[in-house]
T-cell receptor, first 115, second 115 residues
Framework: ETGVTQTPRHLVMGMTNKKSLKCEQH?????MYWYKQSAKKPLELMFV???????ENNSVPSRFSPECPNSSHLFLHLHTLQPEDSALYLC??????????????FGPGTRLTVL | AQSVTQLGSHVSVSEGALVLLRCNYS??????LFWYVQYPNQGLQLLLK??????LVKGINGFEAEFKKSETSFHLTKPSAHMRDAAEYFC?????????????FGAGTRLAAHP
């Protein structure tokens, strides 16, 4: 595997289900990101982990819970979601060297549908 | 606060015609600037990146962008459009955060190329 991978690619869940999205980066990076991409809305940054520590949490509802067990893996745990949470969830990684300008590399995304 | 404005949510060009996608940014200091492309059902792929080394930046697939500080613009161009260029294009700015590589995205421009 190369780059950034995400599983599953598609997920359909009911509002009472619990599921998890997985992201793995094979680039040796030390920062990982979760984005939400909804139709007709700009990309929304949800969470950022740098050196396995959460450094940003953009007012995301608690029904979304991130986990970063090591620098290569990132999870997004989902529970009691709403239909408006249906979207493409994108994971990205970058090499954080203490300043800006580092390129983020994106995975293919997980298309989530909440019924 | 930093922001990115992409003029035109949809652009349609004839195959072989010039492609021009507009991006303006607001930043108090010269930022890092990026163009990403998203093909249907895929994640975002880096097209090119401005890092102040040169104002004209060449990217993949024949695209290039010119940084104009006086106009706070970073427009994306390609001399001759191909059908395969049909995708959504995102301009992004990376403000200096002193920490991780935060990206602020524009709303995106969907490019359609027709025969």
């Amino acid at each position: 595997e190369t780059g950034v991978t995400q599983t599953p690619r598609h997920l359909v869940m009911g509002m009472t289900n619990k599921k998890s999205l997985k992201c793995e980066q094979h680039l040796g990076h030390n920062a990982m990101y979760w984005y939400k991409q909804s139709a007709k809305k700009p990309l929304e940054l949800m969470f950022v982990y740098s050196l396995e520590e959460r450094v940003e949490n953009n007012s995301v509802p608690s029904r979304f819970s991130p986990e970063c067990p090591n620098s290569s893996h990132l999870f997004l745990h989902l529970h009691t979601l709403q239909p408006e949470d249906s979207a493409l969830y994108l994971c990205a990684s970058s090499q954080d060297e203490g300043n800006s300008g580092g390129t983020q590399y994106f995975g293919p995304g997980t298309r989530l549908t909440v019924l | 606060a930093q922001s990115v404005t992409q003029l035109g949510s949809h652009v349609s060009v004839s195959e072989g015609a010039l492609v021009l996608l507009r991006c303006n940014y607001s930043s108090s200091v010269p930022p890092y600037l990026f163009w990403y492309v998203q093909y249907p059902n895929q994640g975002l792929q880096l097209l090119l990146k401005y890092t102040s080394a040169a104002t004209l930046v060449k990217g993949i697939n024949g695209f290039e962008a010119e940084f104009k500080k006086s106009e706070t613009s970073f427009h994306l161009t390609k001399p001759s459009a191909h059908m395969r260029d049909a995708a959504e294009y995102f301009c992004a700015v990376s403000p200096f955060s002193g920490g991780y590589n935060k990206l602020i995205f524009g709303a995106g421009t969907r490019l359609a190329a027709h025969p």
